[in-house]
């Protein structure tokens, strides 16, 4: 069984809908917590960061980590076509040095 | 400013040729990362650099994979000699210390 779970999709979508993305992992060390998004052909790039359990939020994007449960998502509101990418979870029990990546949510947001 | 930097973008070769794949950081960044991303998954840590030093090289596959980085700054990954189960997206990433990683486009091997 992989530490981290991610359901890889895809998931279809029509723009202005309300998105939820997660991921599951297995490591109760894991203290930090990533999402990037991946454009086809491009290098992932960080979209939020949380430390330890609860939210946060960054204009459409809300993460949540549920440490009890093992159980982290991140929500995409009133989504967009240019929001159309993969969404890669990531963890770690120490910061960036040792990130384990789930398998990316191919999300296409269609207008 | 400049992000990370790596060439070549694409890359086909028959099985049992050599590659190498070359890394120029964002200036300033001292932690330098290889990593391997197969088909539908995530990234996966090959080698991590602090300068010169190689801190972390725990998944490197040390039979065919070699990797350098001289002056602490560009770095190169080689495999020689490549096979078919290699053919995947190389990435680059680079930090100041153990901050945010950056990473860049990737190299995409191909091997025949």
């Known amino acids: 069984q992989k530490e981290v779970e991610q359901d890889p999709g895809p998931l279809s979508v029509p723009e202005g809908a309300i998105v939820s993305l997660n991921c599951t992992y297995s490591n109760s060390a894991f203290q930090y917590f990533m999402w990037y998004r991946q454009y086809s052909r491009k290098g992932p790039e960080l979209l939020m960061y949380?430390?330890?359990?609860g939210n946060k939020e960054d204009g459409r994007f809300t993460a949540q980590v549920d440490k009890s449960s093992k159980y982290i998502s991140l929500f995409i509101r009133d989504s967009q076509p240019s929001d159309s990418a993969t969404y890669l979870c990531?963890?770690?029990?120490?910061?960036?040095?040792?990130?384990?990546f789930g398998a990316g949510t191919r999300l296409a947001v269609h207008p | 400013e400049a992000g990370v930097v790596q060439s070549p973008r694409y890359k086909i070769i028959e099985k049992k040729q050599p590659v190498a794949f070359w890394c120029n950081p964002i200036s300033g960044h001292n932690t330098l990362y290889w990593y391997l991303q197969n088909l539908g998954q995530g990234p996966e840590l090959l080698i991590r650099?602090?300068?010169?030093?190689?801190?972390?090289d725990s998944q490197l596959p040390k039979d065919r994979f070699s990797a350098e980085r001289l002056k602490g700054v560009d770095s190169t990954l080689k495999i020689q000699p490549a096979e078919l189960g290699d053919s995947a997206v190389y990435l680059c990433?680079?930090?100041?210390?153990?901050?945010?990683?950056?990473f860049g486009e990737g190299s995409r091997l191909t091997v025949l």
């Open positions: 990433a680079s930090s100041f210390q153990t901050g945010e990683l950056f």
């Open positions: 949380t430390y330890s359990s």
């Open positions: 650099y602090e300068n010169e030093e190689a801190v972390d």
């Open positions: 990531a963890m770690s029990a120490g910061g960036y040095n040792k990130l384990i």
